[in-house]
């Protein structure tokens, strides 16, 4: 059974670190893509980065400079280093794997959803 199980969130001052993990189970994590995503309260859910088998990386603008994503295929498990957090980063942090991808920043593309994990960041 395909499970991605998110933690790592919690409450942050502004300028603090995070570092959210994803554990992936039921698959071959190693020919996956993997996402992260967010959901800010009343918006819609957002690309925030995405690291291949290869470990090619991609970040939204917003985050490129801040944010870290890496992978440890022994372990199955997707990482998300998060360094000077903004409140405007406050928001449910979702964990995502898809076998193929060709636009890895689209929510459609991705199979797999874990259940978030919330990242409150204070002023």
């Known amino acids: 059974q395909v499970q991605l199980v998110e933690s790592g969130g919690g409450l942050v001052q502004a300028g603090g670190s995070l570092r959210l993990s994803c554990a992936a189970f039921?698959?071959?994590?190693?020919?996956?893509?993997m996402g992260w995503f967010r959901q800010a309260p009343g918006k819609e859910r957002e690309f925030v980065s995405a690291?291949?088998?290869?470990?090619?990386?991609y970040y939204v603008d917003s985050v490129k400079g801040r944010f870290t994503i890496s992978r440890d295929n022994a372990k199955s498990t997707v990482y998300l280093q998060m360094n000077s957090l903004q409140p405007e980063d406050t928001a449910v942090y979702y964990c995502?794997?898809?076998?193929?991808?060709?636009?890895?920043?689209?929510?459609?593309?991705?199979?797999?959803w874990g259940q978030g994990t919330q990242v409150t960041v204070s002023s």
């Open positions: 995502a794997a898809t076998r193929y991808s060709v636009d890895y920043a689209s929510l459609r593309e991705y199979d797999y």
């Open positions: 039921g698959f071959t994590f190693s020919r996956y893509v």
């Open positions: 690291i291949r088998g290869t470990n090619s990386t």
